[in-house]
C-alpha cells in the first residue's frame, strides 16, 4: 500500500519577517490619473491587482497593492501625515518667497 504523503506548510523566515518588511515600505508616489483610475478600478474589480496593472503601463500588481494598502491602512496613517506636512510647508515657503 502506498502512504499518503500530506503536504506541510513549511515554516519559512520570509514568513515570519514579512510584516516588518512591509512596514519599511517607501511611498509610492502615483500621478492623480493613475490614482483616480486605481479607484475607479478597484471599484469595478475589487483586489484583482493583476487586472488593475494592466491597465496602468509601467505599474506592477505588486506595487499597486502595496499603494493601497499604504493608502488605506491605519498603520501608514502617521507617516502619511507626515509626509504631507512636510509637503504643505514645502509648498508654503515657495509661496513666501515668491511673494517678497
Known amino acids: 500500500m502506498e502512504k499518503c504523503r ?37 471599484r469595478l474589480v475589487g483586489e484583482r491587482w493583476d487586472l488593475i496593472a494592466g491597465r496602468i ?13 499604504m493608502r488605506h491602512s491605519d498603520m501608514f496613517a502617521e507617516k502619511r501625515n ?4 512636510v509637503f504643505l510647508n514645502a509648498v508654503l515657503i515657495n509661496c513666501l518667497v515668491k511673494n517678497l
Open 6 to 42: 500530506c503536504k506541510r506548510p513549511k515554516i519559512t523566515t520570509s514568513d515570519q519577517s514579512e510584516e516588518v518588511v512591509s512596514i519599511e515600505w517607501e511611498f509610492i508616489h502615483m500621478s492623480e490619473q493613475e490614482e483616480d483610475l486605481i479607484y475607479r478600478m478597484y
Open 57 to 69: 503601463p509601467g505599474r506592477t500588481a505588486a506595487e499597486l497593492e502595496r499603494f493601497w494598502i
Open 82 to 85: 507626515r509626509l504631507i506636512d
